[in-house]
């Protein structure tokens, strides 16, 4: 039991630098202010793996080393990076939880973009203005033209790569025996197809991704 705590432990911390490192070399700047990074995805796999509390602890955890490090908004701007990720991935990883199949990690993180752009966009209306200066009828305009597309695209990259990701990663740490067969879902006769690299759920993923980072570039302004 200690070692399996032990274990856990260090596959939580080593994934929580990962999401720090990510969120702090890999900022793709997509509308206005707004830019993305990938720390999303990698709290979500943790969530996955282990729970929703995880992701909860470990948003929180890097969300407030991001605020402290190299945040520029100040608390209102930390408040809304953490609720934004807790948003995606422990709604995400709660369904998958209650439904470890490849269905329920779908809905799962179909349920965290949903989430999570209802969520940004209720803080950007209500706080946008207190914090950042502008007037709310300014952005209130913003909402349907900025705030939901860049959640809706933010979100979709996330799960589409959440998607690709997870199990890849999961047969990775068994390999290193890292984690037992009964952690993180697709034990035998529990997963319900998602405890071998789907095909169909890779063909779509990419095409998810696609749509998202044709999004991307749209709002962006590149084509």
Same mark, same amino acid.
């Given at each position: 039991m200690k070692e399996s705590? %032990?274990?856990?432990?260090?596959?939580?911390s080593m994934m929580s630098a990962l999401a720090y490192l990510a969120m702090l070399f890999i900022k793709i700047p997509i509308a206005d202010f707004l830019k993305y990074d990938p720390k999303d995805v990698i709290i979500t796999v943790l969530g996955f793996i282990y729970g929703p509390l995880t992701a909860l602890i470990t948003a929180f955890v890097v969300c407030l080393l991001e605020a402290i490090t190299v945040g520029t908004t100040g608390i209102i701007g930390a408040a809304m990076n953490f609720i934004a990720s807790a948003g995606?991935?422990?709604v995400a990883?709660?369904?998958?939880k /209650?439904?470890? %199949?490849l269905g329920g990690a779908a809905i799962g993180l179909i349920c965290g973009v949903f989430s999570m752009t209802v969520l940004m966009l209720l803080w950007n209306y209500f706080l946008t203005p207190i914090y950042?200066?502008?007037?709310?009828?300014?952005v209130a305009a913003m909402l349907p033209t900025l705030f939901l597309p860049f959640n809706l695209v933010k979100g979709g990259i996330n799960a589409a790569i959440t998607m690709l990701l997870? /199990?890849?990663?999961?047969?990775?740490?068994?390999?290193?025996?890292?984690?037992?067969?009964?952690v993180g879902g697709g034990a035998a006769g529990e997963d319900g197809g998602y405890g071998t690299i789907n095909v169909a759920a890779i063909m779509l993923s990419v095409a998810v991704l696609a749509?998202?980072?044709?999004g991307a570039l749209k709002l962006s302004g590149a084509i």
């Open positions: 705590q %032990t274990k856990k432990l260090i596959i939580i995606f991935a422990c990883a709660f369904i998958y /209650k439904k470890r %199949t950042m200066g502008y007037p709310r009828e300014a997870y /199990k890849p990663v999961v047969i990775s740490l068994r390999k290193a025996d890292l984690i037992p067969a009964s749509i998202s980072v044709f």
